[in-house]
């Protein structure tokens, strides 16, 4: 059975980011979150719970190291919370403040967005 995507939800300038990775990097990122979209996991991931719950990084090995994070457990949509250029082998303090503070704009999203399904379900 088949089920249709859902939605990718950029958070700040993840999106941008993005954009302006080398383009091999973009089509891998691009692809990967084409299958999380479908529900599947990618091909190279790893749990990011100092980022948040459920934040998932999606690494991308093409000659230099770029990372997305994102999270998938709301149902509305997969949120794209940010994207980067790794230049050290831990990740950069930086790219998980913003991570998190990302996590928690989406997390406020989601729930506004289950508020109002609510509200149209009890008037």
């Not at 302006?20 to 990097?25: E, K, M, T």
């Not at 050290?88 to 790219?95: F, I, P, V």
Request: contains cysteine; hydrophobic residues 35%; charged residues 35%.
């Amino acid at each position: 059975m088949r089920h249709d995507p859902r939605d990718l939800l950029w958070v700040g300038t993840s999106r941008d980011d993005l954009c302006r990775f080398p383009d091999r990097a973009r089509r891998i990122a691009g692809y990967e979150l084409f299958r999380v979209q479908q529900g599947l996991a990618p091909d190279d991931m790893k749990p990011m719970p100092d980022v948040g719950r459920g934040v998932q990084e999606i690494r991308v090995r093409c000659g230099s190291e770029h990372r997305v994070f994102y999270v998938a457990k709301f149902r509305e949509a997969v949120y794209v919370l940010h994207a980067f250029e790794k230049t050290t082998r831990a990740t950069a303090r930086r790219d998980i403040e913003l991570g998190r503070d990302r996590y928690r704009i989406a997390l406020r999203h989601s729930r506004s967005m289950r508020g109002a399904c609510a509200r149209r379900e009890n008037p």
